[in-house]
């Protein structure tokens, strides 16, 4: 007697489901982080230029009429430009993992880089488990 063809699934398949589900959820918040970081970059970018050139321009004219508190406007204008462009490579650096794991799951290469770290874990280490893409990018 043949076997009685079911409808459910098997565990095998409902697992494949679940992890195509996972990479397909990566995928699209990848995606979305990237959108964001590149329209957050784009404006910081703008701002660190505006703010930069703002702290030049007080310095330089502070320093020509002496004005002390002036000059230190002008370097704290600096100052916030360079943490504004600390940011922006920050952002950057993001961005290009993000790219890795997108090409990683088109390549179907992909696995999860969460980290999972074990609270009960007496180490100096903390016990992190990591998985990484081949390059061990974290």
Same mark, same amino acid.
């Given at each position: 007697? +043949? #076997?009685? #063809? @079911? /409808?459910? &699934? @098997?565990? /095998? %398949?409902?697992?494949?489901?679940? $992890?195509? &589900?996972?990479? =397909? ?8 982080? !990237?959108?964001?970081?590149? !329209?957050?970059?784009?404006?910081? *970018?703008?701002? $660190?230029?505006?703010? %930069? ?15 002390? $508190? ?19 490579? /920050? ?5 290009? !993992?993000?790219? &890795?794991?997108? %090409?990683?799951? &088109? *390549? ?10 074990? +609270? =009960?874990?007496?180490?100096? *280490? *903390?016990?992190?488990? /990591?998985?990484?893409? +081949?390059?061990?990018?974290?």
């Amino acid at each position: 007697m +043949p #076997p009685i #063809p @079911t /409808t459910e &699934k @098997t565990t /095998t %398949q409902k697992i494949d489901d679940v $992890f195509d &589900k996972n990479k =397909l959820d990566d995928l699209s918040d990848s995606l979305s982080k !990237r959108h964001c970081l590149n !329209r957050c970059n784009m404006g910081l *970018n703008y701002l $660190f230029h505006v703010v %930069q050139a703002a702290g030049i321009l007080t310095t330089t004219v502070a320093a020509g009429y002496d004005e002390r $508190f002036l000059i230190w406007v002008g370097v704290g204008l600096n100052l916030l430009a360079s943490l504004i462009n600390v940011y922006e490579k /920050t952002n950057s650096e993001i961005m290009k !993992r993000l790219l &890795k794991d997108i %090409q990683a799951i &088109k *390549n179907g290469t992909y696995l999860d880089e969460g980290e999972v770290v074990d +609270p =009960l874990s007496n180490n100096n *280490n *903390n016990n992190k488990a /990591t998985t990484s893409t +081949p390059d061990n990018t974290v």
